[in-house]
């Protein structure tokens, strides 16, 4: 059996791998989300690109702080493959496994302080709803919120494996950032269904073309982040039980073990919801339906109605543009024009 070798703090909150021969409970549990945590690579690079792709025409700050949690989503299963495979082949260097370890650190809590600040932009873009779209200070907002959440993650990071962590800090800081998260998202969706009930009115108490323009965006916004808020929170809490409970009734590795294993399950979620609506996932998906159903041999041409496509067939344009039938007959002609009159 290979365990990690000893930390500078042993009892960290997400240490998990082990390589093993043992058949034990906690073993096979630690194989397992090892496994899970490598292919869960695959949701984790389609979640990138469907969140990428979704939110391509929404305000450029929520746009690039969602696209840095997706970023995120992906980092954290290629450090979990790395350690397994570094730990699987008898890697035993301290330094390489404690920044393994910080830099997993960083990414977990990172994904959750930068989700909070996505409601904060929305918050400010909520408030200053006249002013947030043609601000040029607005641009300064997402590197100042990304700056904070970084900070914050590195913060945590040491204080976990160098200096010494408590658990109850760890899964503290995970139900809290997904509680607020719920909340904050759903206060704001309250409030600019207020405001979209104002800018309707009319006359002096009318709002300006730009604060209109801009409750839109935020609603069209909140129609994407709603869900994700509460499948963040649904899981987020997930984890934090079963982990918790894990660790009271096992030990510690196992309940590191499940904690990754939720984890990975997050992601999987994450990946149907964004996958779904993605356009051009859906564009995919009924092609390959319409094509079972009118046969994988005819083309998307020929799966029109015969009629159409033979009408189609018949006409041709004349040089002005206008579409003429072919080999038409003097009597055809005037039929047509007579047609056109009448």
């Not at 301290?94 to 989700?115: F, G, N, Q």
């Not at 400010?124 to 700056?147: H, N, P, Q, R």
Request: hydrophobic content about 45%.
């Amino acid at each position: 059996m290979f365990l990690l070798p000893e930390m500078p703090n042993p009892n960290g909150p997400f240490t998990t791998m082990m390589c093993s021969d043992d058949n034990s409970f906690s073993s096979k549990l630690m194989m397992i989300s090892g496994f899970t945590s490598t292919l869960s690579i695959i949701p984790s690079i389609l979640c990138t690109y469907s969140i990428n792709i979704i939110l391509r025409r929404v305000h450029s700050n929520l746009r690039r702080l969602m696209a840095v949690i997706s970023i995120l989503f992906l980092i954290r299963p290629f450090v979990q493959t790395f350690e397994i495979i570094y730990v699987c082949h008898n890697g035993e260097d301290e330094t390489t496994l404690l920044v393994t370890h910080i830099v997993r650190d960083i990414v977990v809590i990172m994904t959750r302080m930068v989700w909070i600040t996505v409601g904060i932009e929305r918050l400010l873009a909520t408030i200053y709803v006249g002013t947030y779209e043609k601000s040029k200070k607005v641009k300064k907002i997402f590197w100042i919120l990304v700056l904070f959440a970084f900070l914050f993650a590195c913060t945590y990071a040491y204080y976990a494996e160098i200096i010494g962590n408590n658990i109850a800090v760890t899964y503290s800081i995970l139900a809290s950032t997904a509680l607020i998260a719920v909340l904050m998202v759903s206060i704001i969706r309250k409030k600019n269904q207020e405001l979209r009930r104002l800018s309707n009115k009319v006359g002096l108490r009318a709002l300006a073309l730009t604060e209109k323009y801009q409750i839109v965006e935020n609603l069209r916004s909140l129609d994407y982040l709603m869900p994700h808020a509460n499948i963040d929170g649904f899981t987020d809490f997930m984890t934090v039980g079963c982990g918790l409970a894990a660790r009271i009734f096992f030990d510690l590795p196992t309940g590191a073990s499940v904690f990754h294993l939720c984890l990975n399950l997050q992601i999987l979620v994450f990946c149907i919801y964004w996958s779904r609506r993605n356009p051009q996932f859906k564009k995919l998906i009924q092609r390959y339906c319409r094509d079972r159903t009118v046969g994988p041999s005819m083309t998307a041409e020929s799966a029109e109605p015969c009629s159409n496509y033979r009408q189609e067939k018949n006409y041709i344009k004349n040089p002005l543009g206008e579409k003429i039938q072919k080999e038409q007959t003097p009597e055809e002609h005037f039929s047509a024009l007579r047609a056109m009159w009448t």
